[in-house]
């Protein structure tokens, strides 16, 4: 059984494609798109192997090189680095409970929102008890400082 040349291409595609979604670097996408060009020329013209190689490799890189960062724009999506912040923020003036006992120089535990932190406070407040959440009292929005209802 003989392929024809652009079906040779047009697989060879297929293949770059597949293991793009095995192993997705958004990298092979653009040698698949070489190989579909490449496919098409041989398909239009009758052209011999090393101007279709010429071609692939030309394609694909330029392909690579110009639109891959702008591919990865779009399909990565907005990254929001203040969500922590956010979440944590939204916190403060809410009552929590206490799930570990909290005393002043020792971290307790409290659950606000459906969430378990850590907590401090300057009493001692039992398992159990309503708090209210003043602050953070970390930089990462770990901690809380509350104080007995």
């Known amino acids: 059984m003989s392929f024809s040349t652009p079906l040779i291409w047009f697989l060879a595609g297929v293949i770059f494609l597949i293991v793009e979604i095995i ?3 958004f990298m ?9 060009i490449t496919a098409l020329v041989v398909l239009i013209f009758d052209i011999e192997i090393t101007n279709q190689i010429l071609i692939f490799i030309a394609a694909s890189l330029t392909l690579l090189f110009t639109l891959r960062k702008y591919s990865l724009k779009i399909f990565r999506g907005k990254i929001r680095d ?23 120089n020792m971290y307790g535990e409290i659950k606000a929102m459906g969430s378990f932190w850590r907590a401090t406070a300057n009493e001692e407040i039992e398992k159990g008890a309503s708090v209210l959440i003043e602050e953070r009292k970390s930089d990462e929005g770990l901690v809380f400082k509350v104080k007995h209802l």
Request: hydrophobic content about 40%.
């Open 82 to 104: 203040d969500i922590d912040e956010q979440c944590t923020d939204s916190n403060i003036g809410k009552t929590a409970i206490v799930t570990r006992k909290i005393t002043p």
């Open 23 to 25: 192993m997705p670097a």
């Open 28 to 36: 092979l996408i653009f040698f698949t798109v070489g190989c579909w």
